[in-house]
């Protein structure tokens, strides 16, 4: 089997190019983010392998079927950016990696909190100017604040598990809440209403595009920590500028960003940004963006290369696969 790779960055290289001959794929890299015009570059191969901020809509699915790739490989959790129903219409087959590394993004959220809340990535740059003085960078205990969970799976669990470390007391709501774990779930209102920190861990579906609105923010204690690690459109940037315009938030912590394809991934250092609402974001003094770098540790890339192969395996074997994602109506 022949995998056109796209948006392929040195560190992609290094897990796949080791892995793939174990399994007698050839694989053909490309820079590229895959968007519209790009889709002939995979022309001769079976599979493309695509990432979250690729376009796969129907236009692309479709010149994608022309040239005969048969399994889009997503070497990622989310799904949010794929039109399964063109992908069922064109026989295009979909596998994702499920979970590669929950607890990468979890140790990466906690991280983002204790930063954020500690300011010490402002500290870090102070003292590399020689700058000594601590006024500015005064922080809360976290021990006995209450944190609300948004989102209960697999990466929601390993943060409760972190923060209960900390002695955070934890509210959590999911649409689903899980019998088994521990932790007193709530209505999401209650949890907006009596929350010092927030954290978001639930995928982007239509149910939940916008979950941290206008409204949701105004239902939030004065002084809140927000962290959203898992998609950019479950808060409504708008509201969210707005509320911190309104001093609403202590600090906001976003490894995503609603309109991050256009920038996340690359070194737009040397170019004019266009986006004004990241150059709003970025410029706050209680904002940390980073660029969608939640999942990123040795031990992701290489389960992500490990499940990427086997999923390819498995569609080549004919077997049922528990990564392929089904359209559902
Ligand atoms: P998961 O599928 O294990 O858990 C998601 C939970 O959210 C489930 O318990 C589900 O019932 C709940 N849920 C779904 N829709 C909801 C809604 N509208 N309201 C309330 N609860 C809802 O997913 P997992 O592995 O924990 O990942 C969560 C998300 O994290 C992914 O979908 C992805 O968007 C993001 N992510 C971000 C990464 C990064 O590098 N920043 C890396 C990996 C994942």
Redesign the pocket.
């Known amino acids: 089997m022949k995998i056109a790779f796209y948006d392929t960055k040195d560190y992609d290289r290094i897990y796949f190019e080791k892995l793939a001959p174990q399994y007698g794929f050839e694989l053909k890299f490309f820079e590229t983010r895959f968007i519209p015009g790009t889709e002939t570059l995979a022309t001769g191969c079976d599979a493309v392998c695509l990432f979250?901020n690729d376009i796969i809509n129907r236009e692309t699915i479709e010149k994608l079927a022309d040239i005969g790739i048969k399994v889009i490989l997503m070497r990622?959790?989310?799904y949010?950016n794929i039109d399964l129903k063109a992908c069922k219409d064109f026989g295009i087959s979909v596998f994702r990696v499920?979970?590669?590394?929950?607890t990468?993004?979890a140790e990466?959220a906690a991280a983002l909190l204790l930063t954020l809340n500690r300011k010490i990535h402002k500290a870090y740059v102070r003292t590399k100017e020689f700058n000594f003085k601590i006024s500015g960078l005064m922080g809360i205990t976290l021990r006995g604040k209450t944190i609300g969970i948004?989102?209960?799976?697999?990466?929601?669990?390993v943060m409760i598990d972190i923060v209960k470390g900390l002695g955070m007391n934890i509210l959590a709501?999911?649409?689903?809440p899980?019998p088994n774990l521990d932790v007193n779930y709530v209505s999401?209102d209650e949890l907006l209403k009596k929350s010092d920190v927030i954290s978001l861990?639930?995928?982007?579906?239509p149910?939940?595009k916008y979950?941290i609105n206008k409204n949701s923010i105004s239902k939030m204690k004065d002084g809140v920590i927000l962290i959203n690690?898992?998609?950019g459109a479950l808060i409504d940037t708008e509201a969210l500028i707005a509320g911190l315009k309104a001093n609403k938030f202590r600090g906001v912590a976003l490894?995503?960003y609603e309109e991050e394809d256009e920038y996340f991934f690359e070194d737009r250092s040397l170019d004019i940004i266009k986006d004004e609402d990241l150059i709003k974001l970025v410029t706050y003094p209680n904002v940390i963006v980073t660029s969608?770098?939640?999942?990123?540790t040795e031990e992701?890339l290489q389960a992500i290369a490990e499940t990427t192969c086997e999923n390819l395996k498995c569609f080549e074997e004919g077997g049922t696969c528990e990564n392929e994602i089904a359209y559902t109506e």
């Open positions: 979250v990622c959790a989310g949010d499920p979970s590669y590394s929950p990468a993004v990466y948004i989102g209960t799976g697999k990466i929601g669990k709501y999911d649409l689903f899980d999401l861990h639930v995928p982007l579906s149910d939940s979950i690690t898992s998609r490894d995503v969608h770098q939640a999942f990123f992701s």
